[in-house]
């Protein structure tokens, strides 16, 4: 079972760079078992995925955010990190990390892109 | 079009059957996902590909796919079904996409 924990600062200036960094244990992130994931959900709204990362340093993004995020592995720590550049109070959201494994999403025809495995969430706040 | 719509609220009596659907031209070619999502925690997947449930999740739950319409059916609702469920799928640029969520209520 994978477990996965985000970290970061709780509180971000508009304009900055927020950065977060989820820490995965029960799984490799050097391993191609799982697509390593980034999820937002702002207060009181839906979910909105924000991209991924895979083993191979491969990245897809939410076309909507794709200027704006980097996702990475850090593979010495077992983490992968996002980093999304001049935010704004719309940024503003609870902040997921989620795994999809591999083997589904390559045959999501099959499987459609299940996030099996999800961290607790961090809520990051937009505000001067 | 990359989009998936859900009603967003429905309502189903204690012990009654309630189905919840998904709209969108990317379920066509690729299944949805559910997630049940209870205020103040991280979502959790209950069903995903044609109809699979995960380790742990209930038999009440299952789902569907005609054309482009998804659906989650809870045969038997509880009080503690109450909470959101949304669906996701993906587009055919690999591009993940979530319906708006659906809030259910048991009465």
């Known amino acids: 079972q994978v477990q996965l924990q985000e970290s970061g600062p709780g509180l971000v200036k508009p304009s900055e760079t927020l950065s977060l960094t989820c820490t995965v244990s029960?799984?490799?992130?050097?391993?191609?078992?799982?697509?390593w994931n980034w999820i937002r959900q702002p207060p009181g709204k839906g979910l909105e995925w924000i991209g991924y990362?895979?083993?191979?340093?491969?990245?897809n993004y939410n076309p909507s955010l794709k200027s704006r995020v980097s996702i990475s592995l850090d593979t010495s720590k077992n983490q992968f990190s996002l980093k999304l550049s001049s935010v704004t109070a719309a940024d503003t959201a609870v902040y997921y990390c989620?795994?999809?494994?591999?083997?589904?999403?390559?045959?999501?025809?099959?499987?459609?892109?299940?996030?099996?495995?999800w961290g607790q969430g961090t809520l990051v706040t937009v505000s001067s | 079009s990359s989009e998936l719509t859900q009603d967003p609220a429905v309502s189903v009596a204690l012990g009654q059957t309630v189905r919840i659907t998904c709209q969108g031209d990317?379920?066509?070619?690729?299944?949805a996902s559910w997630y049940q999502q209870k205020p103040g925690q991280a979502p959790v997947l209950v069903i995903y590909?044609?109809?699979n449930r995960p380790s742990g999740i209930p038999d009440r739950f299952s789902g569907s796919t005609s054309g482009n319409t998804a659906s989650l059916t809870i045969t038997g609702a509880q009080a503690e079904d109450e909470a959101d469920y949304y669906c996701?799928?993906?587009?055919?640029?690999?591009?993940?996409?979530f319906g708006g969520g659906t809030q259910l209520t048991v009465l």
């Open positions: 989620a795994t999809i494994v591999a083997a589904f999403y390559h045959n999501s025809a099959n499987y459609g892109v299940p996030f099996d495995w």
């Open positions: 029960g799984g490799s992130v050097s391993s191609g078992s799982y697509y």
């Open positions: 996701n799928s993906r587009d055919t640029s690999g591009n993940v996409v």
């Open positions: 990362v895979y083993y191979s340093g491969s990245t």
């Open positions: 590909g044609k109809n």
């Open positions: 990317s379920l066509r070619s690729y299944y």
